[in-house]
Structures are given as structure tokens and as C-alpha cells.
């Protein structure tokens, strides 16, 4: 059923720089480290590991594995794939969560991305340098104080967002990360150097790398589980549309290999670029959302032309954080576009719009709303924010939620002979099938009845 008139990547690189695109961004570099952290360290990172392994890659490969075989947008896709196997097409539900899920990151995400681009400038106007540690914490917290700094800066990233997606986005994709990704993993190779060299690398290292499980409290599973989809792009749709655009000839295994390795590798590399600092400036590791813009301007401050080695991080940040917002752009403009029969420009327009209101309130949740805890009346949920709520719900409930449907369906719904002939993993096969079928699935479902117990009380 592969219609060959599809676009497709230039072949393997193309499609896995696209997919490292969507996964590598602001969820390795910024939320990794404060969510590892808020919940422990060690154990926290422990069990994100155990979540990549026996769930992320089962599910991106079952992912990529619909999109080429359903050959469209995510609802589409999964309709299609569906039909041929002579199931119930209400299974495009799961696509369309996704589609709405990815929607909703995108909102909050642009008002963080936001913030790099803020201090991308700082970089560049030279107000990095020589920062000592209580200077750059107080710089950070005038940004986030201020309510029209952040909607200017996260009205200028959706915007270009929007311009991007509206213009379609492969040619770009492709050529923009296979030079800045290599880049930016240098630049932060460089910083985790520097950082060991003025920074408490034995500590940071130990924190990061030694589970400590009284540490782990029971929420922290269901946020290390959130985090494994959320920064491998899974469960909403954006790993399946591109995969939709992958040549039949390409392995999916070593592609989601390949991908899953540089995508942690990147997180544990941020991990250990921010931990030292933290503990040499004598932050708390459970700082919370801030805990890169309130490390790493110390550093710079410390290097010689600090302030340009800023402005390339943050730079390169904003890019990696662009590739990712466009993977949670595309599928929704995709879905628009066929199902309104919308030109790009309008979908993604009208949804940029929308997805920018939003992100006003996640950015007014750091000052003017932070006061406001829309469930407070929920005990568990009683101090967060509008933008804690929507990270959490998002990563932790709606992406996991699609990857299990995802799951499922591969794994029991699909006809066996149509999953073994695309995706072709040869002597690999039943292994992963087996943990597709029952590993993942229980595991996930397991996570997230456990969390709906905790919040009970
Ligand atoms: N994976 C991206 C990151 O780590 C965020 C993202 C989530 C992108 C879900 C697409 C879909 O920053």
C-alpha cells in the first residue's frame, strides 16, 4: 500500500536527523535536568532508562511502523492502518489525541524556548560575561517576573515556527540539524568539560549516576515515564508522521536505535553539564523549571568570551527547541489541512494563533498567575501553575496514553503478517513483539494507575 508519489527523505540521514530533530530539544537540555533534579537524581534517571528502553523503543519503532504503512497524517494513518487489517477505525482516536497533545507542548514550549532566545541576545549584547552566581540567578528572575518579555519572546519563536511549518518543512529539517545538532553536542561536550573543571564534578556526577531510591517518591515514576515520551517525541503523532515519509527500503530498527542512543546520550550529557555548577553555586537541585538559565550564565561568566560561547549555546538551543516545535506543529497542521480542506499556510496559522494564546498563561504562570493553581482543590495538585498543569498532563498522562494505544494496536490489533513485513526486524522480531505486546503495555498502564492512586491520597 506504499504510494510512491509521497515526498520522502534523501534516504536513512535525512529521516534520522529529522526524528533526532523532533526528539532532541528542550526536553534533553532544559527539562531533564531539573526534572532528574526535582525527583531525586540517580534513581529518578534510573528509571527513565528502564522507561527508554522497555518502552521508548518498542513504541517508536511500532510508531514509525504505522506512519509507513498508513502513508499519511497521524488520524489518517492510523485509520488506514486499521482498515488493513479489518479493525475498528475509531483507533485514529489515539491519532488525534496526538495530534491535540502535541498541540498543547507546543504552546507552553515556545514560552521556554522563549527564554533561550532571550538569552541568546544577552549573549550577544555581552551581558553573560563575568556574571557571578547570584547575578545570573537575579537576572533569570527579573526575566520571569517579566510578563512582556516572555510573550515578546514566545511570540517571536511561534512566529517562526509558524513560518517554517507554513512553508513546509523537510528540505529545512534536514539541513538545518545535520550541521547544528553535531554543533550543539560539541558546544555541550565543551561545557560539561568547563563546568567539571570550575564546578563539584564528583558531586554532580554521584547525584546524577547514584540511584538513590529513598529519594524516589511515587510521583517521580509516572514523571520519569512522562519524560521518556516526552523527549523522545512518542505518543503524539510526530515520530509517526515522519515516519510516513520514509522510504520502504529503510530499517526502522536501526533507525530508532540510532536515534534513542543520541537522544539520551544528549540528556545525560545536560545532566552532567548542569549538576557540577549546581552544586559548586550551592543551587538546590530541585530548582525546578529554571534550572538551566540559572546554572549555565554562571559559567559563561567564568570563561573567557564567555558571553559569545553563551550566545552559540542558546543559539543553537533556540535551534534544536525549533526542530522540536515544528515536529509538534506539523502533524496537527497536517490533520487540518486534510480534514478542512485548509491550505499550510491557514492550518498552521490558525493553530500557531491558538497554540500562542495558550502559551500567554503558561508564561503568566511564572508572575502575574503564579498564585493561580487551577486544581488546587486536588491535594496532590494544590501548588501548580497553569503551565505545571498542562506539562504535566501532557507529558505524563496524554503521551503515555498514546503510546499505549499505539501499543495495543500494533501489538493486537494489527494483522501479525502486516507488522512483520514493514517493519522487518529480522531475528530482532519476536523479541520486540513480545515486549510491544506485553512489557510496554503493562508497564505503562501500571505507571498510570498507580499515579491516579497517589492523587487519591
Ligand atoms: N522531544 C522534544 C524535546 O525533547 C519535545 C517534543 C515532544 C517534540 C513531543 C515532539 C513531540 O524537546
Redesign the pocket.
Known sequence: MVQQTREQWSGSRGFVLAVAG???????????PYMAGANGGGAFVLVYLLCILAIGVPIMIAEILVGRRGQSNPVAAMRAAAEESGVSPVWRLIGGMGVL??FL?LSF?SVIAGWALDYTLRGLTGALSGLGAEEAQAQFGSLLDSPGLQIFWHTLFMLICFLIVARGVRGGIEWAVGWMMPLLFLLILVLVGYGAWIGAFAEGFTFLFRPDFSQLGPESVLMALGQA???????????MAYGSYLSPQESIGRNTVVVITT?TIV?LLAGLMIFPIVFSIGLEPPAGPGLLFQTLPYVFGQMVAGSFFGFLFFLLVVF??LT??I??LEPATAYLMARRGLSRLQAAGILAVIAWILGIFSALSFNLMSGFHPLGFIDALSGKTFFDLLDGV??NIM?PLGGLGVALFVGWRMKRAAVAEEVRLGSYFGLWYFVLRFVSPVLVVLVLLYSVGVLRG
Do not use: E, P, R
Open positions: 523532533s526528539a532532541i530539544g528542550l526536553g534533553n537540555i532544559w527539562k531533564f497533545a502535541g507542548i514550549y515520551f516526552f523527549s523522545l517525541s512518542l505518543g503524539m503523532g510526530a515520530v537522544d540528556a534544536a527547541a522540536s516545535a515536529s509538534l501532557t507529558s503521551l
